[in-house]
């Protein structure tokens, strides 16, 4: 899947993402992905001890893979997969703040990190 998103120009950060996450999958996730129900893909995401913002990242992935598994005829085309429909953890926060550049240019000074 990398290998196919980076021939069809996905950026890295997106590619360095999955290089980072793709991992944890496989392992949970051994063996035939035909194998895996949705009842176990929620199981493993509720396992995981994660803000809500990475959970949906993960979620994400494995929703990706499993298209790509039915787009490349490892799971049945005429389906929807296990991983369709997964629910999305709920972000609890505050409002996004947006910093200009000379506020971010202070708040690096106070935090004492040098620029190299």
């Known amino acids: 899947m990398v290998k196919?998103?980076?021939h069809d120009g996905a950026s890295?950060?997106?590619?360095?993402?999955?290089a980072k996450r793709l991992p944890f999958i496989t392992v949970?996730?051994?063996g035939p992905i035909n194998n895996v129900s949705r009842s176990r893909i929620k199981e493993w995401l509720r396992s995981l001890v994660l803000t809500p913002r990475s959970h949906n990242n993960?979620?994400?992935v494995i929703v990706t893979l499993w298209r790509?598994?039915?787009q490349s005829g490892y799971l049945p085309?005429?389906?929807?997969?296990?991983?369709d429909g997964l629910p999305r953890a709920k972000a609890i926060g505050g409002a996004i703040e947006i910093f200009r550049h000379?506020?971010?240019a202070k708040l690096i000074v106070k935090a004492g990190v040098g620029w190299g």
């Not at 890295?12 to 999955?18: F, I, M, R």
């Open 77 to 83: 085309r005429d389906r929807s997969t296990e991983a």
């Open 102 to 104: 000379g506020d971010f």
């Open 28 to 30: 949970a996730f051994a």
């Open 12 to 18: 890295e950060s997106y590619l360095s993402d999955l």
């Open 58 to 60: 993960f979620r994400n």
């Open 68 to 70: 790509f598994a039915k």
């Open 4 to 6: 196919t998103k980076r």
